[in-house]
Each structure stands twice: as structure tokens, then as C-alpha cells.
Nanobody
Framework: QVQLVESGGGLVQAGGSLRLSCAAS????????VGWFRQAPGEDREFVTA????????YYAASVKGRVAISRDNAKNTVYLQINSLKPEDTAVYYC?????????????????WGQGTQVTVSS
């Protein structure tokens, strides 16, 4: 079973950038699609972006498209989330999750396991 650990969150000013990492254990990680989701206080969990097992396909939520880039390095068992032009409304706990589904995209029920999350706080 793959286990995921997110890192790279923190406090950043509006307009800044962050790169989040999702490090996985397990030799089969390269066969999983990976998605990033976020959850703000009092809000439902929201899909951000996802990448196929090969990295050849990516999916982005309309709310972040153009400011976010997902990538993966299977040799390092790591998926990255680059967020640029951060806004206060990007403040949330960001989670990565893995999926064996052929096209998980933004459907959270298709993802298991999940990481513990990393906090991103954007100040205005």
C-alpha cells in the first residue's frame, strides 16, 4: 500500500508562490494517478489538480487553471504542485491522494490513500 506525505506548505503573502510536494512510499507509486485537493475551514473538500501515472495527462479545476502546475518525478516517488499568484482564498489544507482508477480526475471517491495534508496560508 502506498503512503503519502505532503510538505511545502506555509505562510506566504498574496501574489507569492509555493511548491508543495507529495512524497510516496512503495515501489508501485508510478502506477498510480495522483490528485491534489484542498479544504478551507468550514468548506467542503475541493479538487485542485490531478496527474496520470505517466504524467502524460493533467487535469485542473477552473478556479486555479493558469496559476497551478502539477508534475511528477516517478524516479523520486514525488508529485509536485506549483501554485503561483497566491490569493487569500487559496488558504486551505492541501491534500494529495493516489488512485488506481484509469481516469480519476476530480472525483475524490476514486482516490485512496490520502496524505495527512499541509497547511497553506495566504495573507493579504
Amino acid at each position: 500500500q502506498v503512503q503519502l506525505v505532503e510538505s511545502g506548505g506555509g505562510l506566504v503573502q498574496a501574489g507569492g508562490s509555493l511548491r508543495l510536494s507529495c512524497a510516496a512510499s512503495g515501489r508501485t507509486f508510478s502506477s498510480y494517478a495522483v490528485g491534489w485537493f484542498r479544504q478551507a475551514p468550514g468548506e467542503d473538500r475541493e479538487f485542485v489538480t490531478a496527474i496520470s501515472w505517466s504524467g502524460g495527462s493533467t487535469y485542473y479545476a477552473a478556479s486555479v487553471k493558469g496559476r497551478v502546475a502539477i508534475s511528477r518525478d516517478n524516479a523520486k516517488n514525488t508529485v509536485y504542485l506549483q501554485i503561483n499568484s497566491l490569493k487569500p482564498e487559496d488558504t486551505a489544507v492541501y491534500y494529495c491522494a493516489a488512485s488506481r482508477h484509469p481516469t480519476p480526475a476530480g472525483v475524490s471517491s476514486r482516490y485512496d490513500p490520502w496524505g495527512q495534508g499541509t497547511q497553506v496560508t495566504v495573507s493579504s
